[in-house]
């Protein structure tokens, strides 16, 4: 088992930056950023394998958003630049407590989820 709690969602307007956080309570493997907009069916938007060197972004998000994370503290960040409304949904963090050599990009890939925190790109 492990927790995994998110931060630093919020209200940004258009063109906007915003940094979100997840930490997890033990060591984990994969971990991902999912995205759920209104009306809208939970999307994958990026993933970083266990060590860092391995990252996927979703194509609506690629040269926007960065994807990262640090080991020791079992902590993982997505750097979201030139938002735009598109962008406003509840973001996931979820974990592999699983080894796989790259990570997954499906919800199925993932073992335990956070409780979301709300973006909102609105002018």
């Known amino acids: 088992q492990v927790q995994v709690v998110e931060s630093g969602g919020g209200l940004v307007q258009p063109g906007g930056s915003l940094r979100l956080s997840c930490a997890a309570s033990?060591?984990?493997?994969?971990m991902a950023w999912f995205r759920q907009g209104p009306g809208k069916e939970r999307e994958f938007v990026a993933a970083?394998?266990?060590?860092?060197?391995?990252?996927v972004l979703a194509d609506s998000v690629k040269g926007r958003f960065t994807i990262s994370r640090e080991n020791a503290n079992h902590t993982m960040w997505l750097q979201m630049n030139s938002l735009t409304p598109e962008d406003t949904a509840v973001y996931y963090c979820?974990?592999?407590?699983?080894?796989?050599?790259?990570?997954?990009?499906?919800?199925?890939?993932?073992?335990?989820w956070g409780q979301g925190t709300q973006v909102t790109v609105s002018s």
């Open positions: 033990g060591r984990t493997y994969a």
């Open positions: 970083i394998n266990w060590n860092g060197e391995i990252t």
């Open positions: 979820a974990v592999d407590l699983m080894y796989t050599p790259a990570p997954g990009q499906r919800i199925d890939d993932y073992n335990f």
